[in-house]
């Protein structure tokens, strides 16, 4: 028998994966979710910054919450590697992304702001990246405004 909720949490890195890809980031993901980070990310280089993305997504019903166990490997995993340490998660079938997840009270913020705010991307929302996606554009044009 599935486990339903290990099929929604990996469905959930896929989507966060392809979101990023869409928008010209090469990605690995974690096999089985193993290791502290689900998604690792590059930006392009054209991008502002070159610091990677290491992403561990939640699609859960208690939204953005991380057991205080693995917010502890989260800081300690930034604190080492030059990574900027996200945690996308979705909330009323929309996706946010917490800055600093190891913070109970970490800043909540849309994946196209903080694209822009750390990548300089103008990124689509994730309503229009989907629609985008479902009617097989994989790839944003590349536009530097």
């Known amino acids: 028998m599935p ?5 929604k949490g990996t469905n959930f890195e896929y989507e966060w994966m392809y979101y990023l890809l869409y928008h010209h ?20 280089k054209w991008a502002k ?8 997504c939640k ?5 953005d919450y991380i057991a205080p166990a693995e917010r502890r490997r989260l800081e300690a995993y930034s604190k080492k590697y030059s990574y900027i340490v996200i945690e996308p998660f979705k909330m009323n079938r929309t996706c946010y992304v917490k800055m600093e997840p190891w913070k109970l009270k970490g800043k909540i913020i849309t994946p196209e ?3 822009k705010k750390y990548y300089g991307i103008y990124a689509d929302t994730w309503k229009r990246w989907r629609t985008n996606w479902h009617h097989g554009i994989k790839r944003q044009p590349i536009n530097h405004k």
């Open 3 to 7: 486990n339903r909720n290990k099929i």
């Open 25 to 44: 980031f090469d990605n690995v993901r974690s096999y089985a979710s193993i290791g502290v980070a689900d998604v690792r990310s590059v930006p392009p």
């Open 49 to 56: 910054s070159t610091i990677a993305i290491a992403s561990q």
């Open 59 to 63: 699609n859960t019903k208690k939204n």
């Open 113 to 115: 702001q903080f694209l």
